[in-house]
């Protein structure tokens, strides 16, 4: 008969107490899998790059770690707002000049010039009354025309300069250093999940995963439009998390809140028309809305401050056919702007001339989460090794004391196998035996239990941090070579958890020490017939 059947059938002698030792060895190995793994992909995933695909923020002067984690993750109050006109100088030229086109000085601006055109033609020149429309400055200007009979289009040049002073068709600041530019407007909540006004470019454009190779899918639907027949400004896709959670359909209307959870119910109602397919992102537990439907909202206009100019033309929210129009850019802000540069070492240049001037503050994602990991999360996390590794080693006592309280009812047991001719290494090495089977055992359902509690728990993780963690996730690997004091290019990765094997074998070995030594001093004729 072998050592190790003699050492099983001496544990299964004594069925209860081997099987309490076993799981006291196996709930410490379980939380220390548990640990390891959940906090492990939690800190990958929020550390990874790629997994974002935008690899800077653009938001208002302020705390970085809060913008980071108001735009990224929807887990904190937005800062303040920056200027709409700003967000614009990180777009191509074509796209500010289109967007300049929407506002209430390019609307005065043409009205006044259709105006005086018809004027002039019907007064033979003479600007009549139109000019009494105008401020002082365009006044005057008009009598000097009038009296100087100057040519039209210089008087023009004059009105376009005072009432339009845009800058058509030049490079925009910031777009050289920019490839993918989303808006965010923040503030509107939907239960307690953060409503974002954002561009269809969320889920047309943007990437995430590594090499930021993934595309957000729909389980259901499509992406909302930026005007669409059927709902004109008013269309929203809701994430996974939120689909589930307030059992969401396509179809269906929903009314953010403005400012809080529990705040005023919006009177406009978005239709969801697409519900994303969960993905483990922060995206997950977002209600994402067209960013026109969002300004329209009650209260989410800017209040227009007059200069010197008064607009000639007041900004209407219907067209002559009744479609809404949307709202003016003077009216606008943005809480914050994602951006994927052009190439990685653009964000250096760019965060340093951004952070440089008044009207903004730039943050680079990963590096503010991973300040928050190093200052918050790890020294967390190693007080959690530290307990659960403190569990295993009371277990691997536990161990000892069985042991070694059963070595008095063994003793004839044990001089019964020296007299059948076994030596005393033999019965020391059955007992090491023992403590090895009940510690790696032990370890082995721990380890399957960890598993499964990561699988059981990952929903819950997934719905309040986005990460999902599945049964067969490990955590995360370090260089093995590093640890046994090798070279630093040298590299042999292996998961945290696989050194739990070498750990429990010497654990194992130290607590059954002690009892295989008593076996061994064990007294052949004191024992035999006791």
Known sequence: MSNWLIAWRSIQQRKLPSILTALSMAMGVMLIVA?????????????????????????AKGGSLQLTLNSVYYLSEPIENIPYDYYLEYLSPEQRDAEYGNSIQGYAY????????????????????????????ILEAAKQATAKQWDYSEFFQQLENKILPIEVGRKTKYHGYTGITIPLCLGDYFGRFRVVGTTPAMFDSLRFGKNASKEFRFSEGRNFQTWSEDHGFYEAVVGATVAREHNLQVGQEIAPSHGAADGDVHAKKFTVVGILASSGTPQDRGVFINMEGFYLM????????????????????????????PLPIEQREVTAVLLRTREVIHAVFLENLVNEGNEAQAALPVAEIRKLFDLIVEPIR???????????????????????????????????????????????CIVLLESLILACGGGTCGWLFGHTLN??????????????????????????????GSQP????????????????????AIVGFWPAVEAYRTDVAKSLGK
């Open 35 to 59: 640990v390891l793994t959940i906090l492990g992909v939690v800190e990958d995933s929020f550390r990874n790059k790629s997994s974002l695909g935008y690899n800077m923020l653009i938001g």
């Open 110 to 137: 043409d009205a006044t010039w259709q105006t005086l055109q018809a004027d002039a033609a019907l007064t033979g020149g003479g600007f009549g009354g139109t000019a009494a429309l105008l401020d002082g400055f």
């Open 455 to 484: 699988w059981g728990a990952g929903p819950y993780i997934e719905e309040f941090t986005g990460v999902s963690v599945g049964f067969f996730d490990f955590a995360p690997s370090i260089n093995v070579l590093a640890l046994l």
């Open 382 to 428: 190693v007080l959690m090794l530290f307990l659960t590794t403190m569990i295993c080693v009371v277990s691997g006592i536990s161990i000892l004391v069985s042991i070694y309280n059963s070595m008095s009812e063994r003793r004839n047991e044990i001089a019964v196998m020296r007299a059948l001719g076994a030596g005393r290494w033999t019965v020391g």
């Open 298 to 325: 009650e209260n989410h206009a800017k209040p227009i401050t007059r200069g010197e100019i008064q607009p000639l033309t007041e900004f209407e929210e219907t067209d002559a056919s009744g479609r809404t129009l």
């Open 489 to 508: 290019t040298m590299k042999f990765e292996l998961s945290m958890e696989f050194l739990l094997i070498p750990a429990l074998v010497l654990l194992a």
